[in-house]
């Protein structure tokens, strides 16, 4: 038997001008209210676009069973009269081929569908994967204040509809048609103009705020960044998105956040800027929130201010410190974004390499006997020369390994992290092994992040298409070309934004094409290991995962 298969429409779909948008308004009469144990017995179905129709699909059903009694009264429908109609599994191959890609729409949508996915289940076709619109729901929220019921013959009655339904199935389906045309203008005053827009609305209509929703009337279907307004006219938050108008109508429907229902409360106006891509919008998004600290923005409210993991080549003896400036004699790793970062990522070079530990001076003779020995040299775990065994020429080779380590060989630090995280999850020490992943995923979250930003810095420009060919310009060490906040250039000059840039096109790598670059756009350096734990996997599972070399 040839199997038809929906068509589920894609995302850009859902913005469609609601006159684009093909509707197919089905209804089924059934022997009863269970699609488990009940069956089909008619089927009418209407397809419009437009306001015009497309089609129509009508057949009795042929249930394969006795029609109750009730039923019969209900319907007119008797078993005399399905007796020479086509079952289920004939017609449903020309039913889903009618419905085709188009939006479903019935009158309680879950008691139609409930039949429709079990007839084609047991078909054994794919399920249904179209849109679906309910007019009962959305009835609901938009005639609340005028209808104390919502059924279709009383929504029919009230509203004086062409057809009024009679529980045949063609018959309800147009009525369903003519209430979905009715309730599409009465939306169209709470800034329903696309397909997104109009299925969300039931839910939307349920938020408190919802009558603030005519605020995102103007917004475009564009990249770019929004800011919601206090009374006062203050900035209460900044926010990006690829599509303002379904990411800002969202906070009205899908957005469960503790802290959104008070920043509607408080919102009187939300403004916009439209970006030429989604770089550029998170690049506003970053000044903006710099610029006006808004109160619900928890990230990025302050630039970061970078600190270095320091190798002190100074001192006879070098060792690790954490420093906010990477200025003076010295080798310098980073930067970091915080100082638990940086601490962390000491704790790890640490764990795999004997460098000494103890901030004991060491004089021009060396160590004195008198002076006691530090907890790391105590234990054996460092090189410390506290412990008067280590010659400088000997500890000149673990300095020159946690330099190799930072430019360009991180296994010589990640090898052993993961044999003492395997060997600790052998001893069920699994908490230790844990903390040592930690510390295996902040080094390679920081050699990953200098790798990104090196990339940029080298780059003389770049010219680049993403997506649906939207052509982007990066200048000398990153810089945007164009985008109107910054009237010629964008220039990361601050590590926030080279990272912003940085992380934009790792994250974007895959859908990007290169048209034109001078500079150097490349590494040569081998992708490094993923020690992030899956959701499903606890660290008592398996903390030594290390997803080796992706």
Known sequence: MRRVTSQQRSFDDLGAPLHDVTFCVIDFETTGGSAETCQITEIGAVKVRGGEVLGTFQTLVNPGCAIPPNIVVLTGITDRVVMRAPSIDQVLPSLLEFIGGSVIVAHNLRFDMAFLNVAVRRWGGPMMGNQRLDTLALARRLLADELPRFSLGELARQLRLAH???HRALDDAWATVDLLHVLIERAAAWGVSGLDDLISLPSIAGHPQWRKLSMTKSLPRKPGVYLFHDRDDRVLYVGKATDLRSRVRSYFSSDRRRKVAQLLRETDRISHRVCENTLEAELVELRLIHQYQPRFNRKNRRPINPCWVKLTTAERFPRLSVVRKNSGEGQYF?????????????????????????????????????????????????????????????????????????????????????????????????????????????????????????????????????????????????????????????????????????????????????????????????????????????????????????
């Not at 990522?345 to 001076?361: D, F, G, Q, Y």
């Not at 020159?400 to 600790?424: C, D, H, Q, W, Y």
């Not at 945007?480 to 940085?502: K, N, S």
Request: contains cysteine; charged residues 25%; proline residues 6%.
């Open 164 to 166: 009024q339904p009679n």
């Open 334 to 550: 980073g930067p970091f974004s915080s100082r638990a970062e940086a601490n962390l990522v000491v704790e790890a070079v640490h764990s795999a390499l004997p460098i000494r530990r103890c901030s004991t001076k060491i004089g021009r003779r060396g160590f004195e006997p008198t002076d006691s020995l530090c907890t790391a040299a105590q234990l054996g775990v460092a090189m410390c020369p506290c412990s008067g065994s280590v010659s400088e020429s000997e500890y000149a080779e673990v300095v020159a390994m946690v330099n190799r380590s930072f430019n360009g060989e991180p296994n010589l630090i990640l090898l052993p992290l993961e044999a003492k995280m395997a060997t600790l999850a052998a001893q069920d020490r699994f908490e230790e092994a844990a903390a040592m992943r930690d510390r295996a995923s902040a080094v390679v979250r920081i050699v990953e992040r200098q790798r990104r930003i090196e990339m940029v810095g080298r780059v003389d420009r770049l010219v680049f298409q993403h997506g649906d060919g939207n052509r982007i310009e990066l200048g000398a060490g990153g810089r945007l070309l164009g985008g109107d906040l910054f009237d010629v250039e964008v220039a990361p000059a601050t590590l926030d934004e080279a990272l912003c840039v940085a992380s934009w096109l790792n994250r974007n790598a895959a859908t990007i094409r290169i048209v034109e670059a001078s500079g150097s756009f490349s590494s040569e350096l081998p992708l490094l290991p993923d020690y992030r734990p899956r959701a499903s996997e606890s660290p008592q599972s398996n903390p030594h995962r290390s997803n080796a070399h992706r």
